[in-house]
């Protein structure tokens, strides 16, 4: 019940293609949903995170929409580029401040040119 | 600003040998927590600091893992008597308690592996 499952493993998509990773939950008691991308070598950081009030958050060319019924979430790149080749991760935290995030395992996107 | 900082950022060490992973967080930056993310797996909580409170050790994998945080600031994650299964890259991630900011600000991390 404390997992997040991300799907897919891996991605490939097009130089300006729609790039969308999708992750589920079960746990109701989730309140915050980050979204991390992580280059190699580096540290995750923060992309674009919604909370379950909210159907959808846009940020630029990045996309949270948000499934509460379903207990689902994605994140959805718009005109993919080559520099957002990266790892990137779904998280949630309990409705509890500072707690830690659960993370999903990650998905590594390839946009190629 | 500087950001979370990791040391080293690679440790190379011998089956049972002891480790020590260094972590200075955000300047006033309340909360720490300790990841450990293996090859193909997504990031593992270990244990996680909140000011003078007592830590949160739920997600330390067995008894040979502790950690410690001096003065609500810099934090040592220790690793007795190292496996191969260890062997991973440890993240230290710190952030602000302040209403509404749950940003987790994460350091380059520390590549551990045990031979």
């Known amino acids: 019940q404390q997992q997040v499952k991300q799907s897919p493993q891996s991605l490939i998509v097009q130089k300006g293609g729609i790039s969308i990773i999708n992750c589920a939950y079960e746990n109701t008691a989730f309140d915050y949903f980050p979204w991390y991308q992580q280059f190699p070598g580096k540290g995750p950081a923060l992309l674009i995170a919604i909370r379950p009030d909210v159907s959808e958050k846009k940020e630029g060319r990045f996309t949270i929409s948000f499934n509460k019924s379903a207990k689902q979430f994605s994140l959805h790149i718009m005109d993919s580029q080559p520099g957002d080749s990266a790892t990137y991760f779904c998280a949630a935290r309990l409705n509890q401040a500072g707690t830690a995030l659960i993370f999903g395992k990650g998905t590594t996107l390839s946009v190629s040119s | 600003g500087a950001g979370v900082s990791q040391s080293p950022s690679n440790k190379v060490t011998e089956k049972g040998k002891d480790v020590e992973l260094r972590c200075d967080p955000i300047s006033g930056h309340t909360a720490l927590y300790w990841y450990r993310q293996s090859l193909g797996q997504g990031l593992e909580f270990l244990i996680y600091?909140?000011?003078?409170?007592?830590?949160?050790k739920s997600g330390l994998p067995s008894d040979r893992f502790s950690a410690e945080r001096t003065g609500g600031s810099v934090s040592t994650l220790t690793i007795q008597r190292t496996q191969q299964e260890d062997s991973a890259v440890y993240l230290c991630a710190s952030s602000s308690r302040h209403r509404g900011r749950n940003e987790q600000f994460f350091g380059p991390g520390t590549r551990l592996t045990v031979l």
């Open positions: 600091f909140q000011g003078n409170s007592a830590p949160d």
